[in-house]
Nanobody, 124 residues
Framework: QVQLVESGGGLVQAGGSLRLSCAAS????????MGWFRQAPGKEREFVSC????????YYADSVKGRFTISRDNAKNTVYLQMNSLKPEDTAVYYC?????????????????WGQGTQVTISS
């Protein structure tokens, strides 16, 4: 069982930056693929980024590529999402998720554990 707690959301102006954190419980954090997803009002939850347990392999959605960076610190059981050049369309609740299988995956249903989410609002 893994418990995930996100933090770092908030309200920023377009062009600004935020850094989200996700702290995980458990002693096998490094064995999980970690992902970030987001859900805007009235829309489905969508993939943002994911990172393999060794921190080397990372995938990004096209909409955030070049602006967002995912990273992890396995010693701290924490995954991060650095978000730069934020746009109003990035406004959403951001969720951290953990996947216990080896293969990377973009689909929300492929992830076993979820945090409660953190609100990110970008003003124009």
């Amino acid at each position: 069982q893994v418990q995930l707690v996100e933090s770092g959301g908030g309200l920023v102006q377009a062009g600004g930056s935020l850094r989200l954190s996700c702290a995980a419980s458990g002693r096998t954090f490094s064995s999980y693929i970690m992902g970030w997803f987001r859900q805007a009002p009235g829309k489905e939850r969508e993939f943002v980024s994911c990172i393999r347990g060794n921190g080397v392999t990372r995938y990004y959605a096209d909409s955030v590529k070049g602006r967002f960076t995912i990273s992890r610190d396995n010693a701290k059981n924490t995954v991060y999402l650095q978000m730069n050049s934020l746009k109003p369309e990035d406004t959403a609740v951001y969720y951290c998720a953990a996947r216990s299988y080896y293969t990377m995956n973009y689909q929300p249903e492929a992830y076993n554990y979820w945090g409660q989410g953190t609100q990110v609002t970008i003003s124009s």
